[in-house]
Each structure stands twice: as structure tokens, then as C-alpha cells.
């Protein structure tokens, strides 16, 4: 099974580069590496990654939600396409300005949507367009 380097980067108790070595860590590691990028960060590919800046400071209502899901469904269908997208959600925390979650569950591969390993990944997009990664 092949290896992919662990992110965020770490070192293994032998102080090698950590790797993941299990299909679904590492299409979670590679959907999160889109969702946090912004465009134009990548110097060499600035077509790369998610535009979730615009939104930081819109209103919380349906429209923008949905304008957030068909942003990241966009972004990821171009730089993961064999990743199965089962539900984007974003979420405005109220008692936080400016701070808005974007849940990502998603699948591993599109072989077959009803056996792919399952998982969540929390992304949190703060004011001025920081994503943190949990």
C-alpha cells in the first residue's frame, strides 16, 4: 500500500517523516489541503484550492450557505474528483463574528459510494481568511 506524508507535517518516533499509509486518511488529508487553500497561495498552481474568503463577512442566511457548498462541491470535484462528497455544511457560529465551520464528510472513492469509509472532516475559516485545520 503506498504511503503519503502526514499533515500536518510531523515526525515519526524514529524521527522520519510521519506517513499515512490508509486510503481514507489520506483522501481526508487531501480534501482538507483544498478546502484550507485559498486561491492564489500556491505559487506555482494559484488555480488551486478553495475561494471561502468572500464569505467571511456575508450574511448568515440560505443563499450564502448554499453559495459555500457549491464553492467547495466546485473545488473539489476539479482537484478530488475520486472523492465521494456526501454532505458540505457550513455553519456560522453565532458567538463568534466572522467565524464560520464548514463540515466535509466525505468518502474515499467513487468505485463503489456505498463502501467507501466515512469520515468528518471540521474545518473552521476565521476573519481575514486563516482556515484552521482540527
Keep these: 500500500m503506498p ?26 488529508q487531501r480534501v482538507r489541503g483544498v478546502v484550507a487553500t485559498g486561491l492564489t497561495e500556491r505559487v506555482m498552481r494559484p488555480e488551486f484550492g478553495t475561494d471561502l474568503g468572500p464569505f467571511l463577512f456575508e450574511v448568515n442566511d440560505e443563499l450564502t450557505r448554499q453559495a459555500i457548498r457549491h464553492t467547495v462541491q466546485e473545488s473539489l470535484s476539479r482537484w478530488e474528483p475520486n472523492a465521494v462528497i456526501k454532505n458540505i455544511e457550513p455553519l456560522a457560529k453565532d458567538d463568534e463574528q466572522g467565524v464560520s465551520d464548514v463540515f466535509v464528510d466525505v468518502g474515499r472513492t467513487n468505485a463503489d459510494p456505498e463502501e467507501t469509509d466515512l469520515m468528518e472532516d471540521d474545518i473552521t475559516v476565521r476573519p481575514g481568511g486563516r482556515v484552521d485545520i482540527y
Excluded: E, T
Excluded at 3 to 28: C, E, H
Design 3 to 28: 504511503q503519503q506524508m502526514s499533515v500536518p507535517f510531523a515526525l515519526d518516533k524514529n524521527g522520519r517523516v510521519a506517513a499515512v499509509g490508509r486510503p481514507d486518511q489520506q483522501m481526508s
